[in-house]
């Protein structure tokens, strides 16, 4: 597959500083690790929030950081999507007999960032081996589908920041709150936020889908629904298909920077 | 002196010019404002508050760092000089009849400083305004709100300093990625960036207070809201002043030997 060709073209070129791709993958454990530790603080002084404790509240910081660091990895070229635009890269893809979609996924892959993914499977695992509880199969599909989820999310909000650089040409560092917040927010379950911030990412943006929904189920909590909670990472995966319109919509309306 | 002073004035009006970076960089500040500010108060309403570090005092002292965020954030890449130290472009530096460090410092200076006067306003008003107790509160007392601006501006000379070892640093590992992230991480985590310094366990805060970092802008929160007393922070200030005397003495130093390993290829 195409992707697989870029991949490894990608791979060779950060072959070739060593030195730097061993001292970014030292500092993105640190960045894992410290953010950890920053919750760990919290829960040292607090004990308790809103009912969530330390291991339950690691395991939602192990998913969304494992999906974001997906994400960027793999499909760094469709968060540089405003580059394309600018530079005019772009109306090379279009030329070309593949989608654009796929040429933009596989444009870049930003392996510094793959200690992340590293660094986020070992917290993952960590955070699962801490629960009180058994993983019973369920438990585990469930959580297969939040990181599925999370990853489709997160590809759909870079999706969105790249449909309006089509138009903007300059990149929107605004769009960075929706990502990086969105990052930021997901550590802890949405619902500690307060009703109004709970309603917004669950029925507008849908992080809950990936987050304290179906984390609910996970941590055997009262009030747990099938369509409620257990199958809310399907719907959050729908999240996609207006990002995936507006990209379409966007692309026809493209007119070239000329340079 | 007249030199610097022209320089200073070139960079800070140039980076003016990024007005929309600028007006992007007030919607994050502001959203990333009240996330933080969202996720302390839920860890509050749990009660277990540290006495010094009311729920006031913690919401005054996140809007202060957002307010000044572009002022204190640990690493300024700048491409110019990553530029200049990666592909030899420094040579044409050290042709100039111009101390390079002073050089550096005002070009990192005027920069930030220009940063912030584009943001700072617009937040700290967005600040002010907000209702319900979400916003800023006024300083503690006159006296604390006057070495507030003392500890800021030597604070903000404090990260200058700073930066210019992490650009020592990159003449030996050439290249820029790796070393500025960790030591922006690190410097993030001990200068309470990632969490106010006053939530952290006891040991925590005995560990930074041996660290420069937490001199860059804790010390500086922590004055206007007075989480400390007033002779506990004019103490502090000697401290800051004293790392920032150290870090500039070690920086020239270190700059005017790396200078002489530099080696001209020519071409």
Known sequence: MLYFKYFKMNLKKIAQYRLSLLLSLIAQTLTASMALLTIYFLFDRFKIVQGWTFQQVSLSYAVVYLCFSFTECFFRGIDHFALLVKTGQLDGFLVKPRGVLTQALSCEVEFSKLGRILVGIVVLIYSCYIQPFVWTPLKITVLLLMLICGVVMFLALFLIGASVSIFTVEGIEAMNILTDGGRELCQYPVNIYGKFVQNLFTYIIPFACFNYLPMMFIFDMPNVTLFGNILAPLYGMLFFIPAYLLFRFALKKYTSTGS | ?267
């Open chain 2, 1 to 267: 002196m007249r030199a610097y002073k022209s320089l200073f004035k070139i960079r800070f009006i140039n980076t003016l010019q990024y007005r929309t970076a600028a007006f992007a960089g007030i919607l994050t500040q502001f959203a990333f404002g009240l996330l933080y500010i969202l996720l302390f108060r839920a860890f509050y309403a749990q009660g277990n508050v540290p006495e010094n570090f009311t729920i006031d005092q913690m919401t005054s002292y996140i809007w202060l760092q957002q307010i000044f965020f572009v002022l204190f954030y640990m690493v300024d890449k700048n491409p110019l000089m990553i530029n200049q130290i990666e592909q030899g472009n420094i040579c044409y530096e050290m042709v100039r009849p111009m101390n390079l460090y002073g050089n550096w410092f005002c070009t990192l200076y005027a920069e930030r400083i220009s940063k912030t006067a584009l943001r700072f306003v617009p937040v700290l008003i967005l600040a002010i305004i907000l209702p319900g107790g979400f916003g800023l509160g006024a300083p503690a007392s006159a006296l604390n709100f006057l070495l507030f601006l003392v500890n800021l501006i030597i604070g903000s000379l404090l990260i200058i300093s700073i930066n210019i070892i992490a650009y020592c640093l990159m003449f030996h590992t050439m290249s820029s990625i790796g070393i500025f992230s960790i030591i922006a991480t690190l410097g993030a985590l001990f200068n309470g960036s990632m969490i106010p310094l006053p939530l952290t366990p006891t040991w925590f805060q005995a560990l930074v207070n041996f660290l420069p970092f937490r001199y860059v802008n804790d010390l500086t929160f922590q004055t206007y809201v007075s989480s400390i007393p007033l002779i506990d922070s004019l103490l502090q200030t000697g401290i800051q002043v004293a790392w920032l005397l150290f870090f500039v003495l070690v920086g020239n130093l270190w700059l005017k030997r790396n200078l002489k390993k530099v080696e001209v290829q020519g071409g």
